[in-house]
């Protein structure tokens, strides 16, 4: 395994790693202040900032991987990994259309 692969992996577990944490402190910190206050206020925005996250984390993982093997020149792995970001952006878009929030 060469230096740049042990990087990469080690840059993937922090991403990965920061997404969770930050996910399960907004929705620890969000669901109490909802709960407290039913009405939507901070409580509300953070369980929503928190769901973003755990959305977010996955998606950001395969941004990096598409970067990384451009990177290392390895196209096979840069087109297919190009088409499943593909297909996270026009699901995500689909949504936000369909439920009319664009």
Same mark, same amino acid.
């Given at each position: 395994?060469?230096?740049?692969? %042990?990087?990469?992996?080690? !840059? *993937?577990?922090?991403?990965?790693? %920061? +997404?969770?944490?930050?996910?399960?402190?907004?929705?620890?910190?969000? /669901?109490? $202040?909802?709960?407290?206050?039913?009405?939507?206020? &901070? +409580? &509300?925005?953070? !369980?929503? *900032? +928190? @769901?973003?996250? $755990?959305? #977010? %984390?996955?998606?950001?993982? =395969?941004? /990096?991987?598409? *970067?990384?093997?451009? !990177?290392?020149?390895?196209?096979?792995? #840069?087109? $297919?990994?190009? @088409? =499943? $970001? !593909?297909?996270? =952006? @026009? +699901? #995500?878009? #689909?949504?936000?259309?369909?439920?009319?929030? @664009?």
């Amino acid at each position: 395994m060469k230096s740049s692969d %042990t990087r990469f992996e080690i !840059l *993937i577990g922090r991403v990965l790693r %920061t +997404g969770v944490v930050t996910s399960i402190v907004c929705l620890a910190i969000g /669901l109490p $202040l909802s709960l407290a206050w039913p009405e939507p206020g &901070a +409580g &509300a925005r953070l !369980l929503n *900032i +928190g @769901i973003l996250f $755990l959305i #977010a %984390t996955p998606a950001a993982r =395969v941004v /990096l991987s598409t *970067i990384e093997y451009i !990177l290392e020149r390895d196209w096979p792995f #840069a087109v $297919l990994t190009s @088409i =499943v $970001l !593909l297909e996270l =952006v @026009i +699901g #995500a878009v #689909a949504a936000l259309v369909f439920h009319r929030k @664009i």
